[in-house]
């Protein structure tokens, strides 16, 4: 297996049934990239993001005490753009120092006929909060978003 097979599958993104609400898991081989998945996850509970065409790009800043709740300002930013711009993001550019962030989120206009949004997130939540370097050198990024 070549070095860019073993990044591929070590990248990605899933959501677990939490309730009424979601959860949002991403993974990858550092924590920008685990971030970075942890919002195409966020983006998979209203869309499929790979439906998006990343025509506009957003920038995201965000700063916290610890990488928990770098987490959770960084969904919530994703939540406040989707929101307030009547936007849908489908991919993301991340990078972090110690607890900063630096993004790019790229996306288009909600087409409710092409995008067919299923539901609209409200808040990331502590709810299975967790960022962590897991043994086999994955990072974790997730938690519960209310929808």
Do not use: N
């Not at 993001?89 to 120092?97: D, H, K, L, T």
């Amino acid at each position: 297996m070549t070095g860019s097979e073993r990044t591929r599958r070590q990248c990605g993104y899933e959501l677990f049934p939490h309730g009424a609400d979601v959860g949002v898991r991403g993974f990858g081989p550092d924590r920008a990239t685990a971030f970075a998945e942890a919002a195409r996850a966020l983006t998979a509970v209203v869309t499929d993001p790979d439906r998006v065409e990343p025509r506009e790009p957003v920038a995201i800043h965000c700063e916290a005490e610890d990488d928990e709740m770098l987490l959770i300002d960084w969904l919530d930013a994703v939540i406040y753009y989707m929101a307030t711009l009547g936007m849908v993001f489908g991919r993301y550019e991340v990078e972090i120092r110690d607890h900063r962030l630096e993004a790019t989120a790229w996306g288009e206009p909600v087409d409710p006929e092409r995008h067919q949004p299923a539901v609209e997130p409200k808040a990331a939540t502590l709810t299975e909060l967790a960022v962590r370097h897991e043994p086999d050198g994955r990072w974790i990024a997730q938690c519960v978003v209310d929808v």
